[in-house]
Nanobody
Framework: QVQLVESGGGSVQTGGSLRLSCATSGSTFRMYFMGWFRQAPGQEREGVAARYNAAGSTYYADSVKGRFTISQDNAKNTLYLQMNSLKPEDTAMYYC????????????????????WGQGTQVTVSS
């Protein structure tokens, strides 16, 4: 069973930074596609960043490119999302998710393609 445990959310002012963490097992870390998603109140869940550790490939939503960085620590089996230059529109519940790879290349940031989810961690950015 795949288990994902997020941490690191909080409240910051505009322009601030936060780093989210997602801890999982070693097998998940190596074999699964992993991503960060967010959902604001009244909004659909959207993909923020994704990473396939086996290939070292990363993908970002246009809204976070240049501000967010997805990375990993292999020794700790932990996925990170470094968030810089935060804006009020980044306020949301952030979720870590995992899936076995699918065919094609258009699904990486589609939450419907991910099977396993963490409990979420709240990020609030005030102006």
């Amino acid at each position: 069973q795949v288990q994902l445990v997020e941490s690191g959310g909080g409240s910051v002012q505009t322009g601030g930074s936060l780093r989210l963490s997602c801890a999982t097992s070693g097998s998940t870390f190596r074999m699964y596609f992993m991503g960060w998603f967010r959902q604001a109140p009244g909004q659909e869940r959207e993909g923020v960043a994704a990473r396939y550790n086996a290939a070292g490939s990363t993908y970002y939503a246009d809204s976070v490119k240049g501000r967010f960085t997805i990375s990993q620590d292999n020794a700790k089996n932990t996925l990170y999302l470094q968030m810089n230059s935060l804006k009020p529109e980044d306020t949301a519940m952030y979720y870590c998710a995992a899936t076995r790879p699918h065919l094609g290349s258009t699904w990486y940031l589609n939450p419907d393609q991910y099977n396993y989810w963490g409990q979420g961690t709240q990020v609030t950015v005030s102006s």
